[in-house]
């Protein structure tokens, strides 16, 4: 493998087979080392509740809070707090992703498997789900609407929605304004480890929910993990956020560099791939991260992404596809005069991107697509969150008399040889009374 450490990522030519396994692999950290601190706070919230809340929201949010709900007349005061465009923006991205999520709606049909047996499905809302939005360097407020709109449209009864205040208890007011007009039912001024803990166990202020969705720090990426394991559902497994870029020489080197930094800038841990056939495209690509990192206001941050972020240059298109299905990125974009075939060739990806025009950020805000997706190679098992996500599919059956006449001795010839009698008799005392 040529190997070369560039000033601003690594580039690596040419990589054995043998040489892939490193090369997918991700800059995370095993959050079970962490499991100890969230059991503590686990325990505390568990057995002292609201009480235990307000003394982390102290520790960590270094905030003293009376009233742990966020009150009508702060989700007023917050729609003058932010511009109109924003509000604007805000409104026009629900509407698409309201448009794409309600197209996935589940129907149903009834299924004669056999003579009078009938089987179906039916969708039926999660009552109850959780929402974690982080609020720190930045408020996430795209989460709220990629969160809420499909619970909503699902049918949920209740979504409850946690995010840490600032120092003066309040919660950043465009995060407040996506909650409304998502359709979010109650909001509280939580973060953490102890916002997990409510909505897993309950509190009096907080009803314990039954699947908890959204991002986070590892802190809470550890507490979603640990709570999974007895108490609740969670989306999927989370680690740090991700793109893969497959370019070709037809492709814009400043729109590559664009994408690596729309993605590096979300944290130290983020990382960005760029994968190619065509080693002409390095040095433009190098040149021109060079000249967009700068402009960037986390410009550290990126940086420090950037250091396990890769430029890898593969000999053909079938490698390229095959390290892309081994890698599974959660974001993937395709700036290649063959997009198309090559997207048809996808096996496992979060979401995926097509053509010059279509930035990863598009599928962040408003596109209309979900952006909590499946990350460190989870693609490989695990879907983006989707309509689904928020309902559960219950089956059932009815068997007339003529259907447990030509069921009948099927089932009772499987329970006699797995030894369960009473699955036979089951059958038989039906078969008798008829």
Known sequence: MEYSNETICQVIKYPARGEWAQLVERATKDVSELFGTVQSVFDAVRTQGDAAVRQYEKLFDKVNLSD?????????????????DLKRAIVVAREHIETFHAAQRFEGKKIETAPGVICWQKAVPI??????????????????????????????KEIVLCSPPNREGKIHPAILFAAEVAGVHRIYKIGGIQAIAAMAYGTESVPKVYKIFGPGNQYVTAAKQLVSLKEVAIDMPAGPSEVEVIADSSANPEF????????????????AVLVTTDESLVEPVLKALAEQLERLPRKEITEKALEHSRIIVFKTRDEVMEFTNMY????????????????????????????AYTPESAGDYASGTNHTLPTNGYAHAYSGVNLDSFIKKITFQEISPEGIRNLGDTIRIMAANEQLEAHRNAVTVRLNSL
Do not use: K
């Open 256 to 271: 590559i560099a664009a994408d690596f930094l729309s993605q590096a800038e979300h944290g130290v841990d983020s990382q």
């Open 328 to 355: 599974a990125p959660e974001h993937l974009i395709i700036q290649t005069t063959d997009y198309a075939e090559l997207a048809a060739r996808v096996q496992n990806a979060g979401s995926v991107f097509l053509g």
């Open 127 to 156: 009552e109850r789900v959780g929402l974690y939005i982080p609020g720190g360097t930045a408020p996430l407020f795209s989460t709220v609407l990629m969160l809420a709109v499909p619970a909503r449209i699902a049918g949920c």
């Open 68 to 84: 742990l709900s966020v009150s009508e007349e702060e989700i007023t005061a917050a729609r003058q707090l932010i511009s109109d």
